[in-house]
T-cell receptor
Framework: AQTVTQSQPEMSVQEAETVTLSCTYDTSESDYYLFWYKQPPSRQMILVIRQEAYKQQNATENRFSVNFQKAAKSFSLKISDSQLGDAAMYFCAYRTYNQGGKLIFGQGTELSVKP | ETGVTQTPRHLVMGMTNKKSLKCEQHLGHNAMYWYKQSAKKPLELMFVYNFKEQTENNSVPSRFSPECPNSSHLFLHLHTLQPEDSALYLC?????????????FGPGTRLLVL
């Protein structure tokens, strides 16, 4: 079964510091997309960042960046200059043609930000 | 965020009740999805609709019955549910169903089955 693993159920970071959330996945496909979604306590899930497997360059969106290691099937999320509003559940997910385009999610990492 | 709305936000129902969850998207998208989010588990895809046609049923029990009358509205009809069906039900939409499409989520309906 194709899976996504987030090995850190909970993480904590000091405000203004940097934190990295880990994600590994298992697929035999060569072309796929990877996503990080954020779910704040209000429950509305929003896309943080995405990465196409064929692109070598790591995606960046303002304070959010990824470290995509295709050979290792690793897709970690780095949050720089953490803010109180970054506190949320973070879900890693991917999509492949083999899975009919379904988004396959990890279990999530709950991030808390300390003032 | 008002792109995808869901009603009701909270629902308590008995096992013999019949209720419906509603999702509406205001983004002009063609694809809509139902997900189930249980505590400590990854989100599980339930159904996918593309241009009002169901394209995915992820082995969901028949006590969950989806309906998509048009590309903007998606319903999930519930009947004779079990306590283990208690969860957060999330609706999402996307422009299409290709790999790179971003899915936009609603706030969810928190369902409790007694």
């Amino acid at each position: 079964a194709q899976t996504v693993t987030q090995s850190q159920p909970e993480m904590s970071v000091q405000e203004a510091e940097t934190v990295t959330l880990s994600c590994t996945y298992d697929t035999s496909e060569s072309d796929y997309y990877l996503f990080w979604y954020k779910q704040p306590p209000s429950r509305q899930m929003i896309l943080v960042i995405r990465q196409e497997a064929y692109k070598q360059q790591n995606a960046t969106e303002n304070r959010f960046s990824v470290n995509f290691q295709k050979a290792a099937k690793s897709f970690s999320l780095k949050i720089s200059d953490s803010q109180l509003g970054d506190a949320a559940m973070y879900f890693c997910a991917y999509r492949t043609y083999n899975q009919g385009g379904k988004l396959i999610f990890g279990q999530g990492t709950e991030l808390s930000v300390k003032p | 965020e008002t792109g995808v709305t869901q009603t009701p936000r909270h629902l308590v129902m008995g096992m013999t009740n019949k209720k419906s969850l509603k999702c509406e998207q205001h983004l002009g998208h063609n694809a809509m999805y139902w997900y189930k989010q249980s505590a400590k588990k990854p989100l599980e895809l339930m159904f996918v609709y593309n241009f009002k046609e169901q394209t995915e049923n992820n082995s969901v029990p028949s006590r969950f019955s989806p309906e998509c009358p048009n590309s903007s509205h998606l319903f999930l009809h519930l009947h004779t549910l079990q306590p283990e069906d208690s969860a957060l039900y999330l609706c999402a939409s996307s422009q299409g169903t290709t790999l790179q499409e971003t899915q936009y989520f609603g706030p969810g309906t928190r369902l409790l089955v007694l």
